[in-house]
Nanobody
Framework: VQLQASGGGLVQAGGSLRLSCVVS????????LYWYRQTLGEHRERVAA???????LYSDSVKGRVTISRDNSKSGVYLEMNSLKPEDTAVYYC??????????????WGQGTQVTVSS
């Protein structure tokens, strides 16, 4: 199972970015999907989550500025970020709960995509 994240970049404060992550491989079922972020020397922080039925959850730090969505037909999860702030600067990682064809559920991580917000 592989997760390919994309969409990061450099943006000015107040701007927007849309992150994408596609899950591929020997997948029977994709469960909950997540976006995390991490800055140097800090723990990885969960930013948003979306259940298999599409129910979203957000951290307080991004609530109202971020929208998580999923497209099950494309095995994709997306993070629309608006009104970006310099403190949103981090490497963003997607994470998926996946059931493979052997029936085993495991968590998988994408490679991370850098988001830099300039003031």
């Amino acid at each position: 199972v592989q997760l390919q994240a994309s969409g990061g970049g450099l943006v000015q404060a107040g701007g927007s970015l849309r992150l994408s992550c596609v899950v591929s491989g020997s997948i029977a079922t994709i469960g909950n999907l997540y976006w995390y972020r991490q800055t140097l020397g800090e723990h990885r922080e969960r930013v948003a989550a979306i259940s298999s039925t599409g129910s979203p959850l957000y951290s307080d730090s991004v609530k109202g500025r971020v929208t998580i969505s999923r497209d099950n037909s494309k095995s994709g999860v997306y993070l629309e970020m608006n009104s970006l702030k310099p403190e949103d600067t981090a490497v963003y990682y997607c994470h998926a709960q996946v059931q493979t064809y052997d029936g085993v559920w495991s968590g998988y991580w994408g490679q991370g995509t850098q988001v830099t917000v300039s003031s």
